[in-house]
């Protein structure tokens, strides 16, 4: 009967018995601050200190080895160096102790033989059936059960409090950094778990089980590598199906972070255009900062189910109506004008000097008329303009009535069950509304920001559950790849439905000419087809705009010529139809290592890698999907024709790129890499066509 390998990571967020291996009676070392934390913070479970030197062990009878112990407990602690935690990961193993976080360090991290020492106490531990969370991690910490079976000196600086927020990290450090920032805001965390070198449990995978948690709002993750994708998604599908929001924060953004975080990249589809792609396919909201992470947190806590990210900003400054409003459109948080009928109610509550259209400033008639808020709310909620609030207070204190206006917009907002937002920088204004439940952030900006990524993120949750994406399991490793030449390239893309240029691949120049001939066209392009190189125009095996006979002839000659030059084998030479569009657009895919099929669309032609404007997308996709991603474009306002042009005929585009997203996840195939580039693509209506393609595939296909 098969064990399922995640039961382990169940049982060691809720164990019944936790072993210290290396126990200290100093609460300041490793062996020592575990025990008193499982003391400290609730544990009901036996704790079973294991030290040959001690009798007792901070108040607990201390045993002199793991196999002294009254029974096999459900997690092992370990806190001894080197060789020693080596073995005693076997010893926990052979007993049956279904999981053993390893604290020690030195290994992976700090040398390749560490590694080798990783993988040999995977296999002795896998063995036995034990799952290791380590080395070199700062532990699991579960508040909701007491199993604080970590080391992190942050649960003594700032007091725990069990909550909604779940936070899983490979780092240590990042595993509590958030936790602090949290609790600073006064928000409970559950899970503040640091799995370490991840050599057999990591992130991802302890993620499905944390996910489970009924009683989590929010699941964050800090990542600074994907190395198990398929465990993401799965641990996604989970939150998914609880409308858990999962939200990471990867490193590695940048290439000196990646250099960083000993990560690789790609030429064009790097590690983290793909991350990017597989966390949106997901429905898993990426963080650009620690800033964004902490500051939208409290907005997933109100149970909102937003409907749209139309803002009304309400304010008694004018300054910060504007403000506002420059912040909202940066977000692409749109201030459209209320109804004439809402305005017309407004006006009959508010001053005539008040602004009524959106935003709303309510002026410094909020000095003598505390109600004004409550008033204005209601009808202001009924307008179609209306998804969303951000309530300023510029300035308030003596004179003022905050507790009324803070009482009516926290009715207000679990009336409406509509997302509100408070911006007020004085701190003692904060307070009153934070007391009524509100969220608030000290500036407009901020408050606008935080806002604008939780909508984000809703939208893109309720795309993601009706789209129901493919868990993919590891990709296989490609084998042995041949390029193949232009025209066999050419001629499968066209079988699969992507459009290739008229051409023909002629072996003699009579066949050439034949060929221009028949054509009937005003020129053609002459190409030196190959299987010894992607790159032909540098070696002087293309050229264009080729009109007569003659000067066919004589193309064929220098085809030849330069490819002698080059030491280069010619299959042929091609002639293909000199083809005029209105833009260039390329298509370009791989199968990458860690998340398999990737494909890029963007801007064509031969700038694309000093210039690149260009979107992954994960294989398989939609037509819809590749429409979205044409219009994160640079050059997207172009796609829909600017200065009386008509548009471009995006929509075959789209069909030739999920043509190619097919092609790629098709194992048959054994596509490693393709690249179409140009595809010209013509005015609506007009088509877009293959002119250039490069692909390879595994050599037994």
């Known amino acids: 009967m098969s064990v399922d390998p995640r039961a382990a990571l169940r049982t060691a967020l809720a164990p019944k018995s936790i072993a210290v291996i290396g126990a200290s009676d100093n609460t300041n070392k490793i062996g020592g601050r575990p025990i008193a934390y499982l003391s400290r913070f609730g544990f009901q479970g036996k704790v079973y200190p294991i030290n040959p030197m001690r009798s007792e062990v901070q108040g607990f009878h201390c045993f002199s080895t793991f196999q002294s112990l009254p ?24 007993a049956g102790v279904a999981l053993s976080i390893v604290m020690s360090s030195g290994f992976g991290e700090s040398h390749p033989e560490g590694k080798l020492q990783e993988q040999a106490m995977k296999a002795s531990a896998r063995a036995c059936g034990m799952r290791i969370v380590g080395p070199n991690s700062q532990g699991l910490a579960n508040f909701g059960t ?19 927020i779940g936070i899983i990290s490979q780092s240590g450090a990042m595993s509590v950094i958030p936790y602090g920032l949290l609790r600073a805001r006064g928000l409970g965390v559950r899970h503040s778990h640091a799995t370490g070198n991840d050599c057999d449990v990591t992130v991802c995978e302890l993620a499905t089980v944390v996910a489970e948690d009924p009683d989590l709002k929010l699941l964050m993750l800090y990542l600074e590598g994907i190395p198990d994708p398929w465990n993401l998604a799965e641990a996604a599908r989970i939150a998914r199906d609880r409308n858990l929001p999962m939200v990471v924060l990867k490193s590695g953004r940048t290439a000196a972070g990646q250099e960083a975080a000993q990560s690789h990249t790609g030429a064009l589809a790097n590690e983290d255009r793909v991350v990017d792609a597989f966390l949106k396919e997901h429905g898993i909201m990426r963080a650009q900062s620690m800033v964004d992470l902490v500051d939208t947190a409290p907005l997933y806590l109100q149970g909102w189910r ?13 300054a910060v109506c504007v403000m506002t409003a420059d912040a909202a459109t940066q977000e692409g948080m749109p201030l459209e004008p209320l109804l004439p009928a809402t305005q017309q109610e407004l006006k009959s509550i508010l001053p005539g000097f008040a602004t009524v259209k959106n935003p709303v400033d309510i002026t410094a008639a909020l000095l003598s008329n505390s109600g004004l808020f409550g008033a204005i709310l209601p009808p ?18 003596a004179g003022y009535d905050v507790d009324k206006f803070s009482s009516d917009a926290a009715k207000f907002a679990a009336e409406t069950g509509k997302p509100l937002v408070v911006a007020a920088p004085q701190p003692n204004i904060a307070a009153q509304f934070k007391a009524n439940g509100l969220v608030v952030y000290p500036t407009e900006g901020e408050a606008v920001r935080a806002l604008s990524l939780f909508l984000t993120h809703a939208e893109l949750m309720a795309e993601t559950k009706l789209r129901e994406p493919l868990i993919k399991s590891a990709p296989s490793v490609m084998q042995q790849t041949k390029l193949l030449d232009e025209a066999a390239s050419l001629a499968l893309l066209a079988k699969f439905g992507v459009p290739a240029v008229k051409h023909a691949l002629c072996q003699t120049e009579e066949d050439a000419v034949t060929a221009f001939t028949q054509m009937k066209v005003a020129a053609v392009v002459v190409k030196g087809c190959t299987e010894d190189a992607s790159h032909k125009s540098e070696l002087g095996l293309v050229r264009l705009g080729v009109s007569d006979v003659a000067a066919l002839r004589q193309a064929f000659k220098d085809m030849h010529a330069a490819a002698k030059s080059a030491s280069i084998q010619l299959t042929g030479i091609i002639v293909a139809e000199q083809v005029k569009g209105r833009r260039e657009l390329m298509i370009g ?28 997308l994960m294989a398989p996709f939609s037509i819809e999907d590749v429409e979205k991603a044409l219009h994160r474009l640079r050059i997207a306002p172009l ?10 005929d995006v929509k075959a585009f789209c069909q030739s790129a999920v043509a190619v997203g097919h092609m790629m996840v098709d194992e048959k195939l054994g596509i490693s890499q393709l690249d179409i580039n140009p595809v010209m693509v013509g005015s609506l209506g007009q088509g877009c066509v293959s002119l250039d393609a490069v692909i390879y595939r595994k050599e037994n296909t």
Not at 385 to 394: N, Y
Request: contains cysteine; aromatic residues 4%; negative net charge.
């Open 589 to 616: 895919a791989r199968v990458d290592p860690v998340f398999g099929p990737v494909v890029l669309v963007g801007d064509g032609g031969k700038y694309v890698e000093a210039m690149p404007d260009l979107q992954v």
């Open 306 to 318: 937003p409907k749209g990210r139309r803002l009304v900003a309400i304010s008694n400054s004018g």
């Open 639 to 648: 796609l829909l024709g600017v200065r009386g042009e008509p548009p471009l």
């Open 71 to 94: 029974e096999v407990p459900d997690v092992a602690i370990i806190a001894v160096p080197g060789d020693l935690a080596v073995q005693a990961v076997d010893e926990c193993a052979k």
């Open 146 to 164: 007491g199993a604080v079976a970590s080391f992190s000196t942050m649960f003594t600086e700032v007091q725990p409090m069990d909550g909604p």
């Open 380 to 397: 202001i909620s009924k307008d179609p303009a209306a998804d969303a609030f951000l309530i300023g207070i510029a300035v308030a204190g």
